[in-house]
């Protein structure tokens, strides 16, 4: 029903930023939640930040408010993730997924679509 497509991945020095892109495309509905996500090496799929397609809303994992920023692009129907003062903490596979849900949300059981992911390296 949906399809996703990340991309902006690559290498980056600590303190650094980068910024990912998430291609929305079939059938979209303005109640979904689309949220970033990223897994590191040994780690569990963890929450990064979610926005919907219309409002004001954004929702952030609270280690990473203040570095990180959500955004859209309605037109081109992307999501995109601008990460900064990156640290090697930060490296991991990202991945945007969406959900149809009301309201905004952390957890990964009620997104319902995932993109296959970009690789972020952060050097130290």
């Known amino acids: 029903q949906v399809q996703l497509v990340e991309s902006g991945g690559g290498l980056v020095q600590a303190g650094g930023s980068l910024r990912l892109s998430c291609a929305a495309s079939?059938?979209?509905?303005?109640?979904?939640?689309m949220g970033w996500f990223r897994q590191a090496p040994g780690k569990e799929r963890e929450f990064v930040a979610a926005?919907?397609?219309?409002?004001?809303?954004?929702y952030y994992a609270d280690s990473l408010k203040g570095r990180f920023t959500v955004s859209r692009d309605n037109a081109k129907t992307t999501v995109y993730l601008q990460m900064n003062s990156l640290k090697p903490e930060d490296t991991a596979v990202y991945y945007c997924?969406?959900?149809?849900?009301?309201?905004?949300?952390?957890?990964?059981?009620?997104?319902?679509?995932w993109g296959q992911g970009t690789q972020v390296t952060v050097s130290s």
């Open positions: 079939g059938r979209t509905f303005n109640s979904y939640a």
């Open positions: 926005i919907k397609w219309s409002g004001s809303s954004t």
């Open positions: 997924a969406a959900g149809h849900v009301w309201r905004l949300t952390g957890s990964i059981n009620d997104y319902d679509y």
